[in-house]
């Protein structure tokens, strides 16, 4: 069964730093990887996503994210952070199965906090 | 263009309960996934509908059944709620044959259970 791991629960940075959010995941083939970021009361918006090609995707926002099969990572990244990209951050992967759609299956989650 | 609404925003039962929320897809879309997402926790997957069938299913009991209309709305129903089931629903839609396979979603429907 596939999983997705997020290893931090909770990161803060200052504003301007950059930042980088870890995922690991599990999967028997190649992996359609998703970021979404949710806001407070909100529901999840897409951030960029990975399905072949270039390992390195650029997302919206000025967040990218690197394919690395060999670590089955897909972290996040973004070189300086605004205030308002404080949100919580998840990391999914994909698989179509006997479906039409993607079955996502998310990490717990990180919750980033940017300090003024 | 409306994305993906869901409805009503906020409700509260009591254990025992049945509760029916709905989600109309993006404009556009055709299949209709619902998720949970308990407090602090990633979404889970329950089920999936096109062509008004369910396609898929997560580990989710029997007690969680859903629909899907001919437009293409959907409509989420659990029976004899327990206090677990306190979540937020996310409906998320797409696009069959889309090579994207990008799901839109929704706001949620914040469920508490009394």
């Known amino acids: 069964a596939q999983s997705v791991t997020q290893p931090d629960i909770h990161i803060t940075v200052s504003e301007g730093a950059s930042l980088e959010l870890r995922c690991n995941y599990s999967y028997g083939a190649t992996p359609y990887l998703f970021w979404y970021v949710q806001s407070p009361g909100q529901g999840l918006q897409l951030l960029l996503k990975?399905?072949?090609?270039?390992?390195l995707v650029q997302g919206i926002k000025g967040f990218e994210a690197e394919f690395k099969r060999s670590q089955s990572s897909f972290n996040l990244r973004k070189p300086s952070v605004h205030w308002s990209d404080a949100a919580e951050y998840f990391c999914a992967v994909g698989d179509l199965g006997t479906g039409t759609a993607s079955k996502l299956t998310f990490g717990t989650g990180t919750r980033l906090q940017v300090t003024l | 263009d409306a994305g993906v609404t869901q409805s009503p925003t906020h409700l509260i039962k009591t254990r025992g309960q049945q509760v029916t929320l709905r989600c109309s897809p993006k404009?556009?879309?055709?299949?209709v996934s619902w998720y949970q997402q308990a407090l602090g926790q990633g979404p889970q997957f329950i089920f999936q509908y096109y062509e008004e069938e369910e396609r898929q299913r997560g580990n989710f009991p029997d007690r969680f059944s859903g629909h899907q209309f001919p437009n293409y709305s959907s409509e989420l129903n659990v029976n004899a709620l327990l206090l677990g089931d306190s979540a937020l629903y996310l409906c998320a839609s797409s696009l069959t044959g889309d090579g994207a396979n990008v799901l839109t979603f929704g706001a949620g429907s914040r469920l508490t259970v009394l």
């Open positions: 990975y399905f072949s090609g270039d390992t």
């Open positions: 404009s556009g879309h055709d299949t």
